[in-house]
């Protein structure tokens, strides 16, 4: 008779990349039994794509119900990020050189997030909206007669790009290589991406390329002070002194990041949403302007772009009545917690309409709670009012996937739509 399973290491196997590789329906089936019957499972180091030979691989828990993702999110004290926030292992140098705030604790953590949060503010973000409305429907516009292509290129990634890096200062000629190499950051696991190469070699080019780009940037901003964030970077002080080339350089690679790729898939996971069901694409259309703000929030819970972030435990805590202890790691699974039957009614029907909707997309709340979270909200409202108001017959095919087991990307997907204009 085979040895019954011990109930914290159940057979699912999260930090493989070939179960990253699934459509997400399949992998939420592995995650909807661990939810019911494992809700704190302990598994073995996620793989190691990086071929970190001498670096300690570290094993760890996994968090999949919304409310225990929300507590530890919301209690830095037990459980921290300063001792790293990937799931998977990297580098030292290549962590320290492209996380800057995301990876830290209080009281550092709060200085530096200070210096760019009034840029992120609700209010802040208002003042800029005309903006991105208008870069919205000139890249609807721009698609509208093609009758389609691929949604990625045509429209998802656009929006992002230009409202990113206006705001941080990036020149135009700059900017397609600067977002290249900031995807590169995040879909280096995908065979497609790597191809020959090895991926650490990847990552470091890319994160070069960024790192270089931004110190040239400050240099010149020092010299030529704009109205940009790049501009109060190199104008800021914490504690009596000024940022180094080096922690101007890493928040810059943070906000590329954070500010592109996230807000560009939700935009194509939405629409494939939209495609498959056409009553909630006519509910919403039926009222655009006032159904946009709910709507948006589903986008962000059904798409989850960003699956995983970990934090360290700092000391001794019960869950689940296992005793966790310092030094372990948590990974929280926020697809997981956006799928959870405990917090959400029918957690697989997509309703534009939900309410309440208490997703996990921009984290469980707490003090790394998504900066950019409104800039984003704005951002989906802006494009999705002008697609479906210019091009209401817009259909999605199945997207290409990229495999990640950090952000839930979409590569291609091709749409179709009567031309006009
Ligand atoms: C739909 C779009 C977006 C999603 C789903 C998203 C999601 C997230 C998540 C899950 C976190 C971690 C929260 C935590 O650890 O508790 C985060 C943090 C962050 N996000 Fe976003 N994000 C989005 C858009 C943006 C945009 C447009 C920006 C603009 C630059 C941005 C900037 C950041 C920053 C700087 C952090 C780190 C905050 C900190 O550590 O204090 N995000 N985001």
Same mark, same amino acid.
């Given at each position: 008779m085979a040895a019954p399973e011990a109930? $914290?290491?159940?057979? /699912? +196997? =999260? @930090?493989s990349l070939e179960f990253w590789g699934r459509p997400a329906e399949e992998r939420d089936a592995s995650f909807a039994e661990l939810r019911r019957d494992s809700p704190l499972s302990r598994h073995e180091p996620?793989? +190691?794509?990086?071929?970190?030979?001498?670096q300690e691989l570290h094993r760890y828990w996994a968090i999949v119900r919304h409310e225990d993702i929300r507590r530890i999110s919301r209690d830095p004290q037990t459980f921290c990020s300063g001792e790293g926030t990937q799931f998977g292992d990297a580098p030292p140098e290549i962590l320290e050189a492209s996380q800057s705030f995301l990876a830290m604790d209080a009281p550092r953590h709060t200085k530096l997030r200070g210096l760019v949060s009034a840029a992120f503010t609700p209010r802040q973000v208002a003042r800029i909206e005309e903006g991105i409305r208008l870069n919205a429907k000139r890249i609807v516009e721009e698609a509208a007669?093609?009758?389609?292509?691929d949604f990625v290129e045509m429209v998802a990634r656009r929006l992002p790009l230009v409202t990113i890096s206006d705001m941080i200062g990036v020149p135009e000629p700059d900017r397609e290589r600067i977002v290249a190499a900031a995807d590169m950051l995040v879909s280096v696991a995908d065979p497609e991406v790597f191809g020959e190469r090895q991926p650490l070699e990847l990552l470091g080019e890319a994160l070069w390329t960024l790192t270089q780009f931004a110190t040239e940037l400050a240099a010149h901003r020092e010299q030529r002070p704009g109205e940009d964030l790049m501009t109060a970077l190199v104008q800021a002080e914490v504690d009596g002194e000024r940022l180094t080339h080096a922690e101007i350089a890493a928040f810059f690679v943070l906000l590329s990041v954070a500010g592109n790729d996230t807000t560009r898939h939700t935009t194509s996971h939405a629409m494939r949403a939209l495609t498959v069901n056409p009553h909630q694409r006519a509910i919403l259309i039926d009222d655009l302007e006032a159904r946009l703000p709910a709507a948006v929030e589903e986008f962000v819970r059904w798409a989850s772009p960003v699956l995983t972030f970990r934090r360290t435990v700092t000391r001794e805590v019960e869950l689940h009545g296992e005793q966790l202890v310092p030094g372990e790691r948590v990974v929280l699974f926020y697809h997981s917690g956006n799928r959870d039957e405990r917090a959400f009614e029918e957690p697989w029907r997509f309703d /534009?309409?939900?309410?309440p909707n208490r997703h =996990? @997309?921009?984290?469980?709340? @707490?003090? $790394?709670?998504? =900066?950019?979270a409104s800039l984003a909200r704005t951002q989906l409202r802006s494009i999705f009012y002008e697609l479906l108001r210019v091009i209401p017959d817009i259909e999605a095919e199945p997207p290409e996937m990229l495999r990640s087991a950090f952000i839930h990307g979409v590569k291609r997907m091709q749409v179709s739509f009567t031309a006009r204009g």
């Open positions: 109930p $914290h290491s159940p057979r /699912v +196997d =999260l @930090g996620p793989e +190691d794509i990086l071929g970190l030979a001498d007669p093609t009758g389609g292509g /534009v309409t939900r309410e =996990l @997309g921009f984290g469980g709340g @707490g003090p $790394h709670y998504c =900066l950019g």
